[in-house]
């Protein structure tokens, strides 16, 4: 049978257990808020500025732009802007990650993204062989 003491001990450690992870919790949101990114391409053309949560809070475009087609500077703006998320994004991610490896939280934030995975591999279509013709030719191989 379990003491009193025991159950006053048990209880004391549990609380603070308990106080500790809520401490944890509000120092990684406090400290997860603040975080940015910043980003430019490699010619300086284009530079932006995120929020924790990914949000353009910034956009510079040097003078050049003009040169550019609009669909290569949409493109551009793009990928700067995601180079500048990754920043934020990956450093929220290992503060919640440390704090699950810790046992202080079950799962991680339900609305944080998960790290960009790699492309697909393309498939490319074979190269055709000597004997083709020109004309379509039904196969039963992969492209």
Same mark, same amino acid.
């Given at each position: *049978?379990?003491? /009193?003491?025991?159950?006053?001990?048990?209880?004391?450690?549990?609380?603070? !257990?308990? !106080?500790?992870?809520?401490?944890? @919790?509000?120092?990684?949101? +406090?400290? $997860? &808020?603040?975080?940015?990114?910043?980003? $430019?391409?490699?010619?300086?053309?284009?530079?932006?500025? &995120?929020?924790?949560?990914? *949000?353009? #809070?910034?956009?510079?475009?040097?003078?050049?732009?003009?040169?550019?087609?609009?669909r290569e500077?949409?493109? @551009? =703006?793009? $990928? &700067?802007?995601?180079?500048?998320?990754?920043?934020?994004?990956?450093?929220?991610?290992? #503060?919640?990650?440390?704090?699950?490896? %810790?046992?202080?939280? !079950?799962? *991680?934030?339900?609305?944080?993204?998960?790290?960009?995975?790699p492309p697909?591999?393309? $498939? +490319? +279509?074979?190269? /055709?062989?000597?004997?083709? #013709?020109?004309?379509? =030719? *039904?196969?039963? %191989?992969?492209?």
């Amino acid at each position: *049978m379990t003491s /009193p003491q025991d159950l006053v001990a048990q209880g004391a450690f549990l609380l603070e !257990k308990a !106080k500790r992870r809520r401490e944890a @919790l509000h120092a990684a949101e +406090r400290q $997860s &808020v603040t975080e940015t990114g910043e980003a $430019s391409s490699p010619d300086g053309l284009v530079r932006a500025r &995120v929020d924790a949560g990914g *949000m353009l #809070t910034s956009l510079f475009l040097a003078p050049g732009v003009h040169r550019l087609d609009p669909r290569e500077l949409a493109a @551009l =703006i793009t $990928s &700067v802007t995601q180079q500048a998320a990754a920043g934020p994004r990956a450093a929220v991610r290992r #503060t919640y990650t440390q704090l699950h490896n %810790e046992g202080l939280v !079950k799962q *991680m934030p339900p609305l944080l993204p998960e790290p960009p995975a790699p492309p697909p591999a393309r $498939s +490319r +279509r074979p190269e /055709p062989r000597e004997e083709e #013709t020109d004309r379509p =030719i *039904m196969r039963d %191989e992969a492209w």
